[in-house]
């Protein structure tokens, strides 16, 4: 079916009558795709012509891969291979707008985990909260604009850490957005597949 064919047919995931299977997961804290930041590529013109909503998407939609995806044994290096090949720009502008699109207490339990992640890596918090600002290092008290600054040093300087905390808080990934959670996803289709060909 040509692209131009199918362009009438297009409607976005909020409108699918079937629903989004994101609305169907339990306990996963996954927002469907009508709430994702960067939208529906079904939705946009141009570049994503012809592209069908992520309900219709045979594959689903990568926060539901994402949910599953964190599980596998892989997963915190594919996502430290991917989180250390991004743009800084590029990841601190997607951590601000996942951090604040998280509620407080997320927020809070987000940048304990990470914060436990970096001092099991030996990084001294305090000797830090000068390079990010002079902000709290305190999680009660960093709020998303120093979360935010937190995981853009530490995806500079210790991508593991970051990827240890994505892994334990499924729902601060999918806010990071479709584009990043399927870049962890290729990441870790592509170990699965090199370990098969092994």
Same mark, same amino acid.
């Given at each position: 079916?040509?692209?131009?064919?199918?362009?009438?047919?297009?409607?976005?995931?909020?409108?699918? +009558?079937?629903?989004?299977?994101?609305?169907?997961?339990?306990?996963?804290?996954?927002?469907? #795709? !009508?709430?994702?930041? $960067?939208?529906?590529?079904?939705?946009?013109?141009?570049? $994503? %012509?012809? #592209? %069908? +909503?992520?309900?219709?998407?045979? $594959?689903?939609?990568?926060?539901?891969?994402?949910?599953?995806?964190?599980?596998?044994?892989?997963?915190?290096?594919?996502?430290?291979?991917?989180?250390? *090949?991004?743009?800084?720009?590029?990841?601190?502008?997607?951590?601000?707008?996942?951090? $604040?699109? =998280?509620? +407080?207490?997320? %927020?809070? !339990?987000?940048?304990?985990?990470? =914060? /436990?992640?970096? %001092?099991?890596?030996?990084?001294?918090?305090?000797?830090?909260? !000068?390079?990010?600002?002079?902000?709290?290092?305190?999680?009660?008290? =960093? /709020?998303? *604009?120093?979360?935010?600054?937190?995981?853009?040093?530490?995806?500079?300087?210790?991508?593991?850490?970051?990827?240890?905390?994505?892994?334990?808080?499924?729902?601060?990934?999918?806010?990071?957005?479709? +584009?990043?959670?399927?870049?962890?996803?290729?990441?870790?289709?592509?170990?699965?597949? /090199?370990?098969?060909?092994?």
């Amino acid at each position: 079916m040509m692209a131009q064919d199918f362009q009438p047919e297009i409607r976005p995931a909020s409108e699918d +009558p079937l629903g989004d299977p994101a609305d169907q997961e339990q306990d996963q804290n996954i927002a469907p #795709a !009508s709430q994702d930041p $960067y939208g529906d590529p079904a939705d946009q013109q141009g570049e $994503y %012509q012809g #592209a %069908q +909503p992520a309900s219709m998407d045979a $594959y689903g939609d990568p926060a539901d891969q994402a949910a599953q995806a964190v599980n596998h044994p892989a997963f915190a290096d594919a996502a430290e291979e991917h989180f250390s *090949q991004m743009p800084p720009e590029q990841f601190q502008q997607s951590a601000q707008q996942a951090a $604040y699109q =998280m509620p +407080p207490q997320q %927020q809070q !339990s987000l940048a304990s985990t990470l =914060m /436990g992640a970096l %001092q099991g890596r030996g990084v001294n918090m305090g000797q830090i909260a !000068s390079q990010l600002g002079g902000g709290s290092v305190d999680p009660q008290r =960093m /709020g998303p *604009q120093g979360l935010g600054s937190l995981l853009g040093w530490a995806q500079q300087n210790h991508p593991g850490a970051v990827a240890e905390a994505a892994q334990s808080h499924p729902s601060f990934l999918q806010n990071l957005g479709g +584009p990043i959670v399927g870049g962890i996803l290729d990441k870790l289709a592509g170990r699965f597949m /090199g370990q098969r060909a092994a």
